[in-house]
């Protein structure tokens, strides 16, 4: 070795030490520059929805929603909607899978849904955001597993792939029976989410908001129970088979499933067989094929 190498070996060996320190203390203060493709959530099996502690450049957005009352923005996925979804609530799968700027918007909503917060929220917009949730996660869903015909034949679609919602992990099964349907006594949601297949309600273009909830939950019922409920010979009621999975629901809304709809079909004719006390329900097959244009 020559004279002085030990030397400036050693001062070599302080100065890289010293170099990784100040990068590291850099990478803290700055981020790495790498922006999060997911939200981060939780595995447990058990659905608990908590309040969400992101910080930094997502902090300026969440004090926007904070003032407006809302969970996350709904106007991104409202313009999704808007673009992709025609008068009939059919969707433009195939379009929307195409669109780089708007599959982006739709990626942006899912995970502003994951890393959602509850937090300071009133009970309206709570059921806007995870009404809207669900339906943008089944589009989402479709998209990943494009092309699809049939949901229902999708195996996990709805009990096995799970999807970030306010902090936690859960399936879209679990987000309608779990979290919709026991936090909030509202049997009118059965209108308004659309699991992507030709029999569910029509996928209204406006996305829900605490303003606009009660309207459209009432204009959603007043549209889909006409449309599914028909007479069938002199006592005899036909109607979705929705009506079926979930009639305790509508039982404890109105005392009765027939006494629920009687409250939303349009002829008189109709209203008077659900009334009497002869009345039978009968329920039509449901059609699982998907929803797409």
Not at 60 to 86: A, C, H, K, M, N
Not at 95 to 117: I, T, Y
Not at 218 to 244: C, D, H, M, W
């Amino acid at each position: 070795m020559r004279k002085g190498a030990g030397k400036r070996s050693s001062k070599l060996c302080w100065f890289i030490a010293w170099s990784a320190v100040l990068s590291v203390v850099m990478g803290l203060a700055g981020g790495t520059g790498l922006a999060k493709t997911g939200p981060e959530v939780e595995s447990d099996e058990e659905i608990k929805i908590e309040g969400g502690d992101e910080e930094g450049d997502e902090e300026e957005s969440v004090s926007e929603e904070e003032s407006s009352g809302e969970v996350i923005d709904p106007e991104p996925f409202e313009q999704v909607l808007q673009r992709y979804v025609d008068e009939d609530g059919m969707v433009d799968y195939a379009g929307l899978l195409d669109s780089e700027r708007d599959r982006g918007r739709l990626n942006q909503v899912v995970r502003q849904v994951g890393q959602a917060s509850i937090e300071n929220t009133d009970e309206s917009a709570q059921l806007a955001f995870f009404i809207n949730a669900y339906n943008a996660l089944v589009i989402h869903a479709v998209l990943q597993r494009w092309p699809v015909e049939n949901v229902y034949e999708e195996e996990g679609f709805f009990d096995g792939d799970r999807h970030g919602v306010a902090g936690s992990a859960m399936t879209l099964d679990e987000l309608d029976k779990e979290v919709i349907r026991k936090r909030f006594d509202e049997p009118r949601v059965n209108f308004v989410l659309v699991c992507a297949a030709m029999s569910c309600p029509r996928l209204r273009t406006t996305a829900l908001t605490r303003e606009n909830l009660d309207r459209e939950l009432q204009q959603a019922a007043e549209e889909y129970v006409p449309k599914v409920t028909r007479r069938k010979g002199e006592n005899t009621i036909v109607t979705s088979q929705l009506f079926q999975w979930y009639s305790a629901e509508f039982e404890e809304a109105a005392g009765s499933l027939a006494a629920y709809l009687a409250q939303y079909v349009k002829s008189a004719s109709l209203r008077e067989v659900l009334r009497s006390e002869e009345v039978e329900i009968d329920f039509s097959d449901y059609d699982w094929a998907l929803n797409a244009q």
